[in-house]
Structure formats: structure tokens, C-alpha cells
């Protein structure tokens, strides 16, 4: 059996216990820029999604790489996401503050 998507970020972030995309954002700090984001930095969409940022995929930022685990792919993964349809969709760009020394 595979990882869900908050299961993936509370792995990676070390976490001492599984974390869900309600419960992600209340140990994180609300990024209101998202060009402030960084590696190791999650999209998070309450009681929907989160995946984490690895890189900005254009130099215009409106292309986001990302690493996620989806039921749809059914395995972790790459993919790139548009900015403005995350955005529209309500994901919120945070970050996990002992992370914040990379």
C-alpha cells in the first residue's frame, strides 16, 4: 500500500505522526506571496490535496514542479501545476517553520 498525499508530507517533514490537509495548516505559516515559496514548502487545499514545492517549472512563475502522491496515479510523483488554477481551486501556499533555516 501506498502513502496519501498528507501522509507524504508528514513523512518528508519528519513529522511525529500523520498530519491530514486540515491539520497541516495550523503548525504552518500562511505564505500570502507565493513567490516567497521555496523547496520543501506544501500547496495545500483543506480536506482536498497537498503536494510539495519543489521549483518554480518558467521563469514567469506561473508554472509550478511539485511532488504529490495521487489515488488517480495511485504512486508518489512529479508533475507541474498552473499557479492561477491552484489559486483558483484555493490552495494555500505554506510553510513549515523549522524548515525555515534551508
Known sequence: ???D????????WRLPRKESTRSLPRMCRRLDDWNELLPGDILNRVDRHTMI??????PGRTQLRVIEATVREGRVHES???RLELQRRGYQALRYPPLVTR
Open 5 to 12: 498525499c498528507s501522509g507524504l508530507v508528514s513523512r518528508i
Open 80 to 82: 507541474v501545476h498552473g
Open 53 to 58: 514545492f519543489v521549483a518554480w517549472a518558467d
Open 1 to 3: 500500500m501506498g502513502v
